[in-house]
């Protein structure tokens, strides 16, 4: 199995929850300089500690970035992970004679 398909089977994997990509989601709309965990929270409606167990799984499948900004975490987006996810999944579109482009 190739490296590119594993790597996009974990990113997809990690969407593959409602709460994660409400998470993601929330991100993308957030700020350019990123979303704060507590902001997140909020937005969300779940406890910290499961809030941070799904933004770790977003980090690790690169789909989200943390930083450090004094005593809060930002997140942001990857959205060059995000975007060759996408391109992957539309690599081959109509490759099969299909015209659905």
């Not at 957030?30 to 704060?36: A, F, L």
């Not at 969300?44 to 450090?68: F, W, Y």
Request: hydrophobic share 40%; glycine share 8%.
């Amino acid at each position: 199995m190739s490296k590119v398909l594993e790597r996009n089977a974990e990113r997809l994997a990690a969407l593959g929850h409602p709460v994660r990509l409400a998470i993601l989601r929330a991100v993308v709309k957030g700020p350019q300089n990123g979303t704060s965990a507590g902001d997140l929270q909020s937005q969300v409606g779940i406890p910290a500690s499961t809030l941070s167990h799904h933004l770790a799984t977003l980090n690790q499948a690169d789909l989200v970035k943390v930083e450090r900004s004094g005593n809060f975490l930002l997140y942001r987006c990857d959205f060059k992970a995000l975007r060759a996810l996408c391109d992957y999944l539309w690599q081959n579109c109509c490759a099969g004679g299909l015209d659905c482009c």
